[in-house]
Nanobody, 126 residues
Framework: QVQLVESGGGLVQAGGSLRLSCAASGRTFSSYTMGWFRQAPGKEREFVARISWSASNTYYADSVKGRFTISRDNAKNTVYMQMNSLKPEDTAVYYC???????????????????WGQGTQVTVSS
């Protein structure tokens, strides 16, 4: 079992920056692909970014490409997402998620991940 705890959300003006963190429990964190998703009110949870277990491979949704950067520190069991040039449409609850080796679901969808955090609210004012 893996527990994920997000932090770093908050209220920021458009054009500002935030850095989200996700701390994971368990000794197998370094073997997981990690992802960030977000869910705005009335909308489905959507993929934002993911990073491979070794951090050698990253992938972003088109809506955040060039503005968000995902990274990880396996020694600290933590994954990060640096969010720059924030826009009001980035307002959502942000979730981190862990994908186990055995999961064969599409990697940019919610079914591609096995463990989820409780989420952290990001609000961008115009």
């Amino acid at each position: 079992q893996v527990q994920l705890v997000e932090s770093g959300g908050g209220l920021v003006q458009a054009g500002g920056s935030l850095r989200l963190s996700c701390a994971a429990s368990g000794r197998t964190f370094s073997s997981y692909t990690m992802g960030w998703f977000r869910q705005a009110p009335g909308k489905e949870r959507e993929f934002v970014a993911r990073i491979s277990w070794s951090a050698s491979n990253t992938y972003y949704a088109d809506s955040v490409k060039g503005r968000f950067t995902i990274s990880r520190d396996n020694a600290k069991n933590t994954v990060y997402m640096q969010m720059n040039s924030l826009k009001p449409e980035d307002t959502a609850v942000y979730y981190c998620a862990a994908r186990t080796i055995s999961n064969r679901g599409p990697i940019a969808t919610t079914i591609g991940y096995d463990y989820w955090g409780q989420g952290t609210q990001v609000t961008v004012s115009s």
